[in-house]
């Protein structure tokens, strides 16, 4: 509902007819090469993801890895983060990784992106800390943002050792699981290609940054923009998937209050945010789509011959 309600918000905020302009007017051979980058992105984190689980005894197929992320990619605009799920569950019915295994070196990924995202966080601030500071403590009170981590973290500590002294079946099933959890997630410690792993990784990161700048070029107004900007632009969009299922609606709108902050105008902010929240989406769902069909194909003509 969110997601329906910040599409209308955002086309409320641009003209449907202006909106089209900018997509017949658009650059698409900068669209396309940003496409290409994103597949390149995808690609490399399914090939990443071999040296995570080879720790664990097992040898995980290029071809399932690849079809695996772009079907959890998919799943991701249905129910958020449930791509994960079905990453894992991929994984385990057709490469025979325990769930709780495979899942746990989702996490452990997602903990190197965390750690890469929080770089490229950094070093926006450093290049444009004076515009940044000077916005948010312009719009937001630092009091509340310190009451409600204080909040979260005493909820937390609470939490946790409810959970702990707990010996009921289900908080005994969730902490069966959070054991594997953890074995996947140290899989990244006992990896020996840790120099390949982390190759990737940067690989991953600076692909997805140049789709974003790259897209750019494809509007005149926004083809100008300084690169910290972009980073800006990028972080705030990034963030913006977390909050509705791929992005919907507040993709566009996230954009728009990154680059509001360098006076860029509304009309190319948000045709912007549509043009390379669009051209990803058409990629996930061609993509991911295949990858759904391919599965049992693949998996069919090529059963997996050993097993851990």
């Known amino acids: 509902m969110l997601g329906v309600f910040l599409v209308w ?19 698409y051979f900068w669209v396309g090469l940003g496409v290409f980058l994103g597949i390149l992105s995808h690609l490399s984190r399914a090939y990443r993801w071999k040296f995570m689980i ?17 079907t959890a990619y998919l799943v991701n605009y249905t129910i958020p983060r449930a791509g994960e799920v079905s990453r894992a569950t991929i994984l385990t019915n057709y490469e025979s990784v325990p769930f709780e295994k495979g899942f746990g070196t989702i996490i452990a990924e997602r903990v190197a992106d965390l750690l890469v995202m929080l770089c490229i966080i950094s070093l926006t601030l450093v290049l444009e ?6 916005f948010l403590f312009t719009n937001i009170d630092p009091t509340q943002l310190i009451l409600l981590g204080l909040l979260a973290l005493v909820i937390l500590v609470i939490g946790y050792q409810l ?17 594997g959890l953890i074995e996947g997630v140290s899989s990244i410690l006992k990896m020996k290609k840790k120099w390949a792993f982390l190759a990737h990784t940067l690989f991953i990161w600076t692909m997805y940054v140049s789709m974003f700048y790259l897209t750019s070029f494809s509007i005149p107004e926004t083809s100008q923009l300084p690169f910290s900007a972009i980073l800006l632009g990028f972080i705030s969009a990034s963030f913006s998937i977390a909050a509705t299922n791929g992005g919907i609606g507040s993709y566009p709108l996230a954009i728009f209050a990154a ?3 360098f006076n860029v105008p ?5 045709a912007f945010g549509w043009i390379m929240w669009t051209s990803q989406t058409l990629m ?6 295949l990858s759904l069909l391919f599965l049992p194909i693949y998996n069919r003509l090529y059963p997996k011959q ?3």
Request: aromatic content about 16%; proline content about 7%; overall charge positive.
């Open 9 to 27: 918000y955002s086309l409320a905020k641009i003209s449907i007819p202006v909106l089209l302009g900018y997509f017949k007017n658009a650059n």
């Open 54 to 70: 080879e720790p664990l005894g097992y040898n995980l197929r290029f071809p399932n890895s690849i079809m695996a992320v772009f």
């Open 129 to 134: 800390f004076d515009i940044i500071y000077t």
């Open 163 to 179: 959970f702990k002294k707990s010996k009921h079946p289900f908080a005994l099933k969730i902490k069966t699981l959070f054991l």
């Open 259 to 261: 680059f509001s902050i």
């Open 266 to 270: 509304e009309d190319p902010s948000i």
């Open 284 to 289: 996930v769902i061609i993509l991911g789509g």
């Open 306 to 308: 050993t097993s851990k």
